[in-house]
């Protein structure tokens, strides 16, 4: 584990992941707890944010004994938000708010903003297209180039030819109108 930690702190992540990912098998359960909630630290900050979810909720539905939770159930909504997943990290945001109002104050005032932003994005075509065009982005930049990216790249072409034919269907009212 200390190697693992040690390689983690030095930022060698793709070797801290596959040192953390053999320790999740470990036979110790506070061992495989932190194991866990390291290996989804660590692909967090690969920017691996599927995997780093499915991990985090690993230690929230199997690890809560490890005292990382609280940890755990905030970059949730971080992750959930980063992979576009507004609903369930919406959910997940008041998941949080809810079973731990004795989280540290900077994590509830975060996650009150980070809600906010995530029901912005909700509301808001342009807002959620820029989010989806980076996610696809640093997808395409981390060599992740097949079918699922690809359909998230035709998902933008949707929404972008939507856009479009709604302003194109504005500008033609405005013009019968009288006053274009």
């Not at 953390?20 to 909630?37: C, N, P, Q």
């Not at 808001?124 to 690809?150: C, F, N, R, W």
Request: hydrophobic residues 35%; negative net charge; glycine residues 8%.
């Amino acid at each position: 584990y200390q190697r693992a930690d040690a390689l983690f702190q030095s930022e060698r992540l793709g070797a801290a992941v596959e040192r953390f990912e053999a320790l999740r098998r470990s036979e110790d359960e506070y061992v495989r707890g932190y194991a866990t909630f390291r290996y989804a630290l660590a692909q967090m900050n690969r920017e691996r944010y599927e995997e780093a979810a499915a991990a985090f909720t690993a230690v929230l539905n199997e690890h809560r004994y490890a005292g990382c939770d609280v940890d755990a159930a905030f970059y949730l909504v971080v992750c959930l938000g980063q992979e576009r997943e507004k609903e369930k990290a919406i959910a997940a945001a008041n998941a949080f708010l809810k079973d731990y109002p004795d989280a540290p104050e900077r994590y509830r005032m975060a996650m009150e903003q980070l809600k906010n932003e995530l029901v912005q994005e909700w509301e808001s075509p342009l807002y959620d297209l820029a989010g989806k065009m980076t996610h696809v982005a640093k997808k395409i930049e981390g060599g992740e180039t097949g079918e699922p990216t690809q359909e998230k790249q035709k998902e933008i072409v949707a929404i972008i030819d939507e856009l479009i034919k709604k302003a194109e269907q504005k500008e033609g009212q405005g013009k019968g109108g009288g006053g274009g």
